[in-house]
C-alpha cells in the first residue's frame, strides 16, 4: 500500500527557508499527482501546492506563489516543497499527500478530499 514519509520541518526565523521532502513507496509514483497541504491551529486544512505526475506542470496557493516552490523527482519517488521567505503565517503542520491518476499526464486536484493517501505530517514554525 501507499505510504508516504515526510521530513524538513522545523523552527525558522521569518525571512528564512526550510526544504520539505516526502518520500513516496507501495505504487508507480508516476501514476500519483502529490500536493502539500497544511493546517494551522483552528484552522481547516488548506491547500499549498500540487505537481503533475511527469513533474511538468505544478500550481500554487495565492498565498504561497513566488515563495514556494514544489518539484519531484520520480527517480527517487520523492516530492520536495522548497519554501523561501517564510512568513508566522506559514505556521503550521504540512501534510504530503498523493492523488491516484493512473498517468502521469493527468492533473491532481486542489482539494484535500480528492486525494487518496496522505503522510503523517511535519511542523513548520517560523518566528518573528
Known amino acids: 500500500q501507499v505510504q508516504l514519509v515526510e521530513s524538513g520541518g522545523g523552527l525558522v526565523q521569518a525571512g528564512g527557508s526550510l526544504r520539505l521532502s516526502c518520500a513516496f513507496s507501495?505504487?508507480?509514483?508516476?501514476?500519483?499527482?502529490m500536493g502539500w497541504f497544511r493546517q494551522a491551529p483552528g484552522k481547516e486544512r488548506e491547500f499549498v501546492a500540487a505537481?503533475?505526475?511527469?513533474?511538468?506542470?505544478?500550481y500554487y496557493a495565492d498565498s504561497v506563489k513566488g515563495r514556494f516552490t514544489i518539484s519531484r523527482d520520480n527517480a527517487k519517488n520523492t516530492v520536495y516543497l522548497q519554501m523561501n521567505s517564510l512568513k508566522p503565517e506559514d505556521t503550521a503542520v504540512y501534510y504530503c499527500?498523493?492523488?491516484?491518476?493512473?498517468?502521469?499526464?493527468?492533473?491532481?486536484?486542489?482539494?484535500?478530499?480528492?486525494?487518496?493517501?496522505w503522510g503523517q505530517g511535519t511542523q513548520v514554525t517560523v518566528s518573528s
Open positions: 505537481v503533475g505526475g511527469s513533474g511538468m506542470v505544478t
Open positions: 499527500a498523493a492523488h491516484f491518476r493512473g498517468t502521469p499526464v493527468t492533473l491532481p486536484g486542489r482539494l484535500a478530499s480528492q486525494y487518496d493517501h
Open positions: 507501495g505504487s508507480t509514483f508516476s501514476w500519483y499527482g
